[in-house]
């Protein structure tokens, strides 16, 4: 998992000017579809809810399970996670 700065400037300035943009102009790149998983959350609820092992790692963990405090976009292709 990579925490994106620029994205979250770039969500946080259209939030902030009520406007809207196509998310594919925000994360370009060779996706298909994205899965979003609302914070706080479980290193082993998201491998659940995504359907395959993930590799989650930080410093924020709660016995012994890592714990996603924000939200996480999930960016696949053909079924592949392509970027988290």
């Given amino acids: ?5 620029e994205l979250e400037n770039a969500i946080s300035e259209l ?3 009520r406007a809207s943009r196509p ?6 790149g060779d996706w298909t579809s994205v899965h979003v ?5 479980t ?3 998201i491998q659940e809810q995504l359907g395959q092992p993930v590799e989650i790692t930080g410093d924020g963990t709660y016995g012994g399970d890592y714990i996603q405090d ?3 976009l999930v ?3 053909d079924g592949e996670i392509v970027r988290r």
């Fill in 1 to 5: 998992m990579e925490f994106d700065v």
């Fill in 15 to 17: 939030a902030r000017a």
């Fill in 23 to 28: 998310l594919k102009e925000l994360v370009p």
């Fill in 37 to 41: 998983i609302l914070g706080p959350d």
């Fill in 43 to 45: 290193g082993a609820s």
């Fill in 70 to 72: 924000g939200d996480l």
């Fill in 75 to 77: 960016f696949k292709r």
